[in-house]
Every structure is written in structure tokens, then in C-alpha cells.
T-cell receptor, first 117, second 114 residues
Framework: QKEVEQNSGPLSVPEGAIASLNCTYS??????FFWYRQYSGKSPELIMS????GDKEDGRFTAQLNKASQYVSLLIRDSQPSDSATYLC?????????????????FGQGTILTVHP | GAVVSQHPSRVICKSGTSVKIECRSL??????MFWYRQFPKQSLMLMAT?????????EQGVEKDKFLINHASLTLSTLTVTSAHPEDSSFYIC??????????FGNGTRLTVT
């Protein structure tokens, strides 16, 4: 089983619709969860972070976390063509190495979203 | 907000040569930086975790003698691809976080080995 798994996609939605992106993770010790957006040829940019169970809303984006089900999702309301990109789910787990603690981010394989006019 | 600068953005080199990529945190101190590699149409794969003042921690399958990482200060980490070959051609991305804040990524380096 992959550590972080996203719905395979690609996902295509019409402009103005709601896009729903899903992600599951295997490590119950994970504490922080992120959604990144990546345009072709560019590095990822953070769009949402969520740390506790429930919903978190930021503009047209809503992240949902259910730690019991090890599930995190991202909803994009009123989808726009400019939202067309690859969306990466990332899960952070604290690691210890040589006396140093740091968060290790593991990414899902990404879901390609296309919003058509 | 936190800014991570990566240089160069694009490099073309001949097979057998070495390439150095720099990653700087511009407005914060980064105890830990991360190096990722991304092949076309694939997700980011963590190569190594770089801790300031100590040896990097490499992920399984990543050759530490080929991908040399130096994290000499709290604002600079470098990745050197030694004796590069065409199969090393990829998109290399560094990232860093300030404390417990989310990771911020550099703009990436597109490496092409001919």
C-alpha cells in the first residue's frame, strides 16, 4: 500500500462546478496535511493546510480531514479554468535522526484537474 | 512569507560532468531542507533530508556518493549531481520550512544531461 494515495484522475469538471479531490494515508502518526497545486513545469505551491479533524475553508477551497478514516480531501467551488493543474496531497510525519527532529513530507501521486469552459 | 530561492533554474550539461544546485532560504533560517526529484508526469520523490551541520539522510535507493548534499549554513543547502548521466535528467526541487510551518518550495532546477 502506498503511503499517500490520491484518486487517480484525471478529473474533468465544467467551469463553475465543484471539483472534489481525495487522498488517503497509511501512517496514523501523521500530524499535518497539505494540498499543493502544481502547474506544468513549475514547482508546487501551497494552497491549503489542515491539522485537526473537520473542515477548513479558505475562499473557494475547503479541506476536510478525518483522522479516524485516514482521509483528507479538497473541494474547489466555482471551479475556474485557471484551476487546471495537478493537485498534490502531502502528509507530514515527524522524524528523528541523530537527535534532530524534523517533519518529513510524503506526497501522493497527484491528480490532474482540468476545468473546461 | 517564507521564500526559498533555487539556482540555477535550468542547466544543460554533458555526460560525466558534475552539476551543483543551490537552495537558499531568503528570509528565515532553515534547520532542515529537503531535496526532491520529479520525473515527467510523476509525483515528487524525496531524495534526501539535509540538516544543517550534519550529514544528510538519504532515502532508500538514492546514491549518496552520486548526489552530494552540503548544508553548511542555516540558509544554504547545495545538491551536487556528480558524474551526471542522461538518466539523471529530471526536475530537482528543494524545499524548506520555518519551524512547524508548511514547506515552501524553490522554483526548481531543470537538469538535462546530454
Amino acid at each position: 500500500q502506498k503511503e499517500v494515495e490520491q484518486n487517480s484522475g484525471p478529473l474533468s469538471v465544467p467551469e463553475g462546478a465543484i471539483a472534489s479531490l481525495n487522498c488517503t494515508y497509511s501512517d496514523r502518526g501523521s500530524q499535518s496535511f497539505f494540498w499543493y497545486r502544481q502547474y506544468s513545469g513549475k514547482s508546487p505551491e501551497l494552497i491549503m493546510s489542515i491539522y485537526s479533524n473537520g473542515d477548513k475553508e479558505d475562499g473557494r477551497f475547503t479541506a476536510q480531514l478525518n483522522k479516524a478514516s485516514q482521509y483528507v480531501s479538497l473541494l474547489i467551488r466555482d471551479s475556474q479554468p485557471s484551476d487546471s493543474a495537478t493537485y498534490l496531497c502531502a502528509v507530514n510525519t515527524w522524524q528523528n535522526a541523530g537527535g534532530t527532529s524534523y517533519g518529513k513530507l510524503t506526497f501522493g501521486q497527484g491528480t490532474i484537474l482540468t476545468v473546461h469552459p | 512569507g517564507a521564500v526559498v530561492s533555487q539556482h540555477p533554474s535550468r542547466v544543460i550539461c554533458k555526460s560525466g560532468t558534475s552539476v551543483k544546485i543551490e537552495c537558499r532560504s531568503l528570509d528565515f533560517q532553515a534547520t532542515t531542507m529537503f531535496w526532491y526529484r520529479q520525473f515527467p508526469k510523476q509525483s515528487l520523490m524525496l531524495m534526501a533530508t539535509s540538516n544543517e551541520g550534519s550529514k544528510a539522510t538519504y532515502e532508500q535507493g538514492v546514491e549518496k556518493d552520486k548526489f552530494l548534499i552540503n548544508h553548511a549554513s542555516l540558509t544554504l543547502s547545495t545538491l551536487t549531481v556528480t558524474s551526471a548521466h542522461p538518466e539523471d535528467s529530471s526536475f530537482y526541487i528543494c524545499s524548506a520550512a520555518e519551524g512547524n510551518s508548511p514547506l515552501h518550495f524553490g522554483n526548481g532546477t531543470r537538469l538535462t544531461v546530454t
